[in-house]
């Protein structure tokens, strides 16, 4: 299991801000990379979502550093993925192969493609995944997908639900960056941590996103997890 | 909430056996429609999932009658579809329009799709699914999707696993055939059944297959099944 001490996040929405704040907490150093950090600093409304702007979001994590998609995935040893699905490639193309060579890609991100309205569907799915196309395009980096069957706020604090008594999915090729994925995860507080197998399971864990969807809206709250009771 | 007394159940296959033994444990009268019952009453070697042949299961059962297509369907009120998702519409059409006008159709079918190998793929998803394809196909039909997310040993009795304390969940446009439903699944024991809304909502219960399929792997059984934890 691989020593990790310096993280790159990739994406400045809630994803990448729950699992940056969680991992400087940890004790980790983390860079946030952006497509044009000065742009990201400069902005002083509240973003899509109503979260408040990166800036001010960032005064409760003074450690937590800001550069372009290049400067983070130099700075880490493990990079975090939490961009938009629609833009996932491009951003991780953006940082250089060679800053993402042998490294542990977590990818978080979702095909969601909402160019057709509501409810948005999969921009890939079915016969191949997003996971896979990130593992194809970086064969060098050891893509681990998890985490993008929940919500932010309960990736990095699963016990806020159920004393954490619901599953987590793994998938990737690389059994050594799964075990260190997996170490990760605990120190969230994941205790159901099911390995699904190879990348190609990415697929089954993707493919959850129409009926997060539907149940978010019959819930009424994004506050919701799959246990996969046996 | 109609009053339901007499049920077919397409299929021959596990899922079909089962609903059909169950619902004749409960006191409906039953037929299976299955494309030429000669033929499927005259095997005698097990089938192709090695389970027995159909003439030797229905021994235990002695009151289900068996039928075409089209005799179950004119026979029942309500119509369970559990034939291969692959030859659904197909097995509907045969039945006859007119003889499932108004009927209830709970559709438990998945559009898996073998011909590439394993594990299947689907045949329609993401945009569209095979619930909203038969809704469409019979469009005086009352289709609700469900039961299509477990093993069929489960689907009635759900107490086997963690004392019922499972997630089913349910599609349909028509609220009172909903509620029909919702009242016969109680009756097998179902405890936690989420109606996700309307018939287009069974791309996310279809879309689970994927990875229900690797998990189905990965534990070595198929007697799991989902808990929307919340």
Redesign the interface.
């Known amino acids: 299991m691989e020593q990790i001490a310096k993280i790159a996040v990739f994406g400045t929405g809630p994803v990448g801000r729950s699992l940056a704040g969680k991992l400087s907490q940890l004790g980790y150093q983390v860079m946030v990379g952006t497509r044009d950090a000065q742009a990201t600093l400069a902005r002083s409304e509240p973003d899509s979502s109503g979260d408040p702007p990166f800036s001010v979001w960032r005064t409760q994590y003074p450690g937590i550093k800001l550069g372009s998609f290049s400067e983070a995935a130099a700075f880490g040893s493990l990079i975090v993925n939490a961009t938009a699905g629609i833009g996932s490639i491009e951003a991780l193309k953006s940082a250089g192969e060679k800053n993402l060579s042998q490294k542990i890609i977590i990818d978080i991100s979702n095909p969601l493609d909402f160019s057709?309205g509501m409810p948005p569907?999969?921009s890939v799915?079915?016969?191949d995944s997003l996971g896979e196309e990130i593992q194809r395009t970086f064969p060098d980096a050891k893509v681990v997908k998890t985490l993008n069957t929940i919500n932010s706020s309960l990736m990095v604090a699963p016990n806020q639900?159920?004393a954490g008594?619901?599953t987590l999915?793994m998938s990737g090729n690389d059994e050594d960056a799964k075990s260190t994925v997996k170490g990760l995860l605990e120190s969230f507080g994941w205790k159901d941590i099911?390995?699904?197998?190879d990348i190609t399971?990415a697929?089954?864990?993707e493919?959850?996103l129409?009926?997060?969807?539907?149940?978010w809206?019959?819930?009424g709250?994004p506050?919701?997890?799959?246990?996969?009771?046996?």
Chains 1, 2 share one sequence.
């Open positions: 057709r569907s999969l799915c079915n016969t639900l159920s008594n619901h999915f099911i390995d699904l197998g399971t697929r089954g864990t493919m959850l129409p009926i997060w969807i539907r149940l809206g019959t819930l709250s506050l919701f997890s799959f246990k996969v009771v046996r």
